[in-house]
Nanobody
Framework: QVQLVESGGGSVQAGGSLRLSCGAS????????LGWFRQAPGKEREFVAA????????YHADSVKGRFAISRDDAKSTIYLQMNSLTPEDTAVYYC??????????????????????WGQGTQVTVSS
């Protein structure tokens, strides 16, 4: 059984930092690209960042570029999202997702999230002003 479990969410003041983690089980981790999405109340889910199967390529949404950084640790079957300079606009439930692909452009994460096979349950991030 495949499981993606997010952790690390919480409440922080604007300008602060958080690091989210997503641990995977039940999959051959090294074969999967993984990424982060978020959904704020009343808004559609949006792509945040993704990393390809071997960690050589990453992609970050413009809204988080320069502030957030995705990484992966295959030894721990875990991906991370380091979030710095947080603003209230970053408040959302953050989800991780996994996709069996060798693509370096990560287009499924960026444009076709319906193709992603596995999703976590999400972790809440709240940024206060």
């Amino acid at each position: 059984q495949v499981q993606l479990v997010e952790s690390g969410g919480g409440s922080v003041q604007a300008g602060g930092s958080l690091r989210l983690s997503c641990g995977a089980s039940g999959v051959s981790f090294g074969d999967y690209a993984l990424g982060w999405f978020r959904q704020a109340p009343g808004k559609e889910r949006e792509f945040v960042a993704a990393v390809n199967y071997n960690g050589r390529y990453t992609y970050h949404a413009d809204s988080v570029k320069g502030r957030f950084a995705i990484s992966r640790d295959d030894a721990k079957s875990t991906i991370y999202l380091q979030m710095n300079s947080l603003t209230p606009e970053d408040t959302a439930v953050y989800y991780c997702a996994a996709h069996l692909t060798r693509s370096s452009t990560l287009t499924a994460f960026r444009f076709r999230s319906y193709e992603l096979e596995y999703w976590g349950q999400g972790t809440q991030v709240t940024v206060s002003s």
